[in-house]
């Protein structure tokens, strides 16, 4: 039986980056806010030191700050016909578990979506026909245009003192910034971070070939800044181990660094650590959310009650909780009926290494920072013409290395034996001397009717509910448009002055063993129709008024960028909409 | 708020005590409720636990002669610098076996186990210990049986890797076991033990480091991210320190 705790205004469910900033907001609105987290509580300086972060095995190896699957995992597969199984360790992604959530680990990437793509299926029809597209692509526009969410862009950017080049300033187009980003209203708060030699020479190798590359947009930051909250940032020290790990010196922008310690002096803020919330509870009409139920540490039983709750969790886990509350109707891919669990997306990711002569070239490949990059944005989005090329979608691709920790960046050329004295002399001679983007080549993945999430029918978590099952495979558009990319994007590696290059494309089957990017979105889609998504454009549940889910579920399909910045500018957006109009009339606030 | 004391964590100590270092706390698996204030405890952090000096802690005697003699052909010595052996790579993969990688923790480990298709992924009921503890045995006995009655230390290094290339084409099958991937799996491990921080039993004395050019666990790299092309010029350092900064020297070979 459940012990019942005293009612809240808000219960919030994940304090991670979206959790955050609506606790933040809510908090200033007056209202008395609790978030219940998964996780342990975590700090900069005391879970992250100097002393113990440059710790490769420990934290990118061993998943040390993820969650481990033994308290949650997902099972897999490729096709509706096969035998999904249990990721029994992490592979292809690496969910956040804890406090501050993804946001502790993640490498800071700040991007913006092309105004095209929050409109993709109106643009796309309009400029190729509808017949252009797959059969059996379920892409849609978002409910929500580019200049209406622009501002909260720029508070999430100004939250976190991102630092840039603009690329376009209220529709001038600015020398050094990215000429394909939609207009900005102002500047970065922050210059953009100084960029390493082979980032450099990526940039002049394109600029070579008639590309205009432009600085990463970072998280990570060039000079010490304070954020509107009062809260300092001091300047990035490029140490490498910012992908995987957190960061003790206040220059990586998280929870931690930009809204905790303002938020947790708060009278009407309280946060529940180490407990996991299990259901969010219905009244009889299911059509109204009384709270939630989680269990902590000891097993033990609670139910918070509240007046709204936000679902805030990591995007594959809001639709897991969705489905396991019995809110909104499951999705079935035969029929395309049903909204939770549709169009989930990941990221189409791929690589080149480059190889260079060591008496020629010393990268030193250690210094970086998790955003670092010099980028080109020409084959993103629509920003080129897909007509005579058979696919849509696209990526940015870019040198966007992050350091050379040692264990995954002793790389050899192709053909190099795998062991012995050949292997030992190929890292030897090449670890300074090799350029290795990671994901370089980072493209949208697009929306189909037969990849989703629903309940697994065999496996169960450690309450013995069903985990999630993912089905997902690599298309044939994706596979088409990363192989278009990753020729574009070996091309400029080689004229960087590699002299060689070893070019992997991403292609199907979908593969649970290598890391892609833990950018999974979808599953509680946002959109103008409630038979074709699961929340309104406010990230308002259909089904239940005073359910709001935050978080990259909400993405109807996934465009060739980071998705952090449209999180976060989503959850700004959420909560303008619930202190300026939800809480005066509290319902729907779009028709159904 | 409960507090409490953590162990204490020094370069120096971890460099000079051979005996048990550190164990690892953690405050942080308990449920609480944070209002009002940052929730901070004194040494509030969860330091590494280093490897221990001292006999196999999972490997029987002849396991860690094959194993030792398996780390030194996956990394062979040369006059520069040392092999999986003396780098200690055998050491890493022993400790890493007794310890969270060799159980599995934090793996979901829920049966049923299907096998499934590769891509997605490791379907293994038994883990890393059992693929260790059968393939070791299974490679001296293959070496037994064809090589007169030797086990694989034994051999001369060219042997060796002559049974080695078999195992890796696939040429050679061991009993019981996918040879194939074992010898894959320790591949991983000991050039992971190789280039891992020396906290955790390889890359003694940072020799893997230093042979690449990784400067380690440094953190501030301000001052020379605009000096393109030019080599870095300080030394590698680990989470237990350097040799030379240490008093008596007695800490490190």
């Known amino acids: ?57 420990r934290y990118r190896i061993r998943h040390e700050l993820f969650l481990r699957p033994d308290q949650l995992t997902f099972t897999l597969r490729n096709k509706l016909d096969q035998q999904a199984l249990p990721m029994r360790d992490w592979g292809a992604f690496m969910p956040p578990n804890g406090v501050g959530g993804g946001g502790v680990h993640w490498n800071g990437e700040m991007w913006r979506f092309l105004p095209s793509d929050f409109v993709l299926k109106t643009h796309l029809t309009q400029r190729y026909g509808a017949g252009f597209l797959p059969a059996d692509m379920t892409i849609q526009d978002w409910g929500i245009t580019y200049d209406e969410l622009e501002p909260y862009y720029d508070r999430f950017e100004y939250l976190c003192g991102t630092s840039g080049t603009a690329g376009n300033l209220r529709g001038q187009i600015m020398e050094g910034g990215n000429p394909f980003e939609g207009p900005r209203s102002r500047d970065y708060p922050t210059k953009a971070q100084t960029q390493p030699f082979s980032h450099t020479l990526f940039a002049k190798a394109a600029r070579e070939l008639g590309y205009k590359p432009f600085p990463q947009p970072s998280g990570n930051l060039s000079t010490a800044y304070t ?73 033990e039983t609670w139910e918070q009650p509240a007046d709204l709750v936000i679902l805030s969790a990591f995007s594959m886990f809001n639709a897991q909780l969705m489905l396991h509350s019995g809110i909104g109707q499951p999705y079935d891919p035969k029929t395309g009926e049903g909204r939770i669990g549709r169009n989930f ?73 795998k062991w012995g004295a050949a292997w030992k002399t190929a890292i030897k001679d090449n670890y300074l001397s090799t350029v290795k983007p990671g994901t370089g080549v980072h493209g949208s993945f697009y929306a189909y009717r037969d990849i989703y999430l629903d309940l697994d029918p065999l496996y169960k978590d450690r309450f013995g509910r069903p985990l999630m099952r993912m089905t997902i495979d690599i298309k044939e558009n994706e596979a088409k448009q990363n192989r278009y990319l990753t020729d574009k994007f070996a ?41 074709t998504s699961a929340v309104n454009r406010y990230l308002q549940s259909w089904d239940v008024s005073n359910l709001f889910v935050l978080g990259a579920s909400a993405f109807p399909q996934n465009a060739g960028y980071n998705p952090t910045l449209t999180v976060g500018a989503l959850a700004y957006w959420a909560a303008d909409a619930i202190r300026n109009q939800y809480l005066k009339k509290p319902g729907p606030l779009v028709d159904a | 708020m409960e507090t409490r ?69 996956i990394i062979p010595p040369d006059p520069q610098t040392p092999g999986g052996k003396d780098s200690g790579s055998a050491v890493f993969v022993d400790r890493q076996l007794a310890g969270a990688y060799g159980s599995q923790e934090g793996h979901y ?67 019981g076991i996918d040879g194939k991937s074992f010898f894959a799996l320790a591949i991983k ?63 490190a070979k």
């Open chain 2, 109 to 175: 480990v829920r049966p049923p186990f299907i096998n499934g298709m590769k891509n997605q992924g490791a379907q293994s009921e038994g883990g890393p210990r059992k693929d260790y503890r059968d393939g070791l045995a299974a490679l001296d006995k293959i070496c037994k049986a064809r090589e007169g009655g030797k086990a694989f230390a034994d051999l001369t290094d060219d042997r060796k890797d002559a049974v080695l290339k078999d195992i890796e084409d696939g040429k050679l099958e061991l009993e």
């Open chain 1, 345 to 417: 997306t990941h990221q189409t990711i791929s690589s080149v290494n480059g190889f260079f002569d060591k008496s020629k070239f010393n990268f030193n490949p250690f210094i970086a920072s998790g955003s670092i990059g010099m980028c080109i944005d020409e084959f993103n989005g629509d920003n080129f013409d897909h007509g005579p090329l058979g696919f849509v979608g696209g990526g940015y691709v870019g040198q966007v290395q992050t350091g050379a920790r040692p264990i995954e960046s002793a790389l050899t050329p192709p053909g190099t034996p």
């Open chain 1, 227 to 299: 954020n509107p909250h009062g809260l300092r940032m001091g300047p990035c020290t490029y140490c490498g181990f910012c992908e995987w790990f957190g960061c003790s010196n206040y220059s990586k922008a998280s929870p931690q660094t930009t809204i905790l310690p303002v938020l947790v002096r708060k009278d009407n803020f309280t946060a529940r650590d180490n407990s996991e919330v299990v259901k969010i509870n219905t009244d009889r009409s299911g059509k109204h959310a009384t709270g939630v139920t989680f269990v902590d540490s000891s097993g």
């Open chain 1, 1 to 57: 039986m459940a012990r019942i705790l005293p009612k809240k205004d808000v219960v919030i469910v994940g304090l991670g980056w979206t959790g955050s900033v609506m606790a933040n907001e809510l908090t200033d609105e007056g209202l008395d806010v609790i978030a219940i987290e998964r996780g342990p509580w975590r700090d900069a300086p005391t879970d992250f030191p100097p002393s113990q972060m440059q710790d490769e095995l």
């Open chain 2, 189 to 251: 491990d000991v050039q992971t033990g190789f280039l891992a921080d020396p906290i955790y039993g390889g890359n003694h004395d940072m020799a893997a480091w230093k042979m690449i050019g990784f400067p380690g666990a440094r953190y501030n790299y301000l001052d020379w991210v605009s000096r393109h092309n030019e080599p870095y010029p300080l030394p590698p350092v680990s989470m237990v320190g350097r040799a030379e900064w240490s008093s008596n020297n007695s800490g």
């Open chain 1, 491 to 531: 091309e400029i590696i080689k004229a960087m002055g590699a002299t060689s290059l070893a070019k992997t494309y991403r292609t199907a089957p979908y593969d649970a063993t290598t890391y892609q990017t833990t950018h999974l979105n979808g599953g509680v889609i946002m959109g103008a129709d409630p038979k």
């Open chain 2, 5 to 73: 004391y953590g162990p204490r964590f020094s370069r120096r100590s971890l460099l000079l005590s051979t005996a048990a270092l550190l164990v690892a706390t953690s405050s942080k698996s308990t449920a609480r409720t944070i209002s009002g204030a940052l929730p901070w405890e004194p040494n509030g952090g969860n330091p590494p636990v280093a490897a221990k000096f001292g006999p196999w802690e999972f490997f029987t005697v002849d396991e860690g002669r094959a194993m030792e003699a398996l780390a030194d052909r």
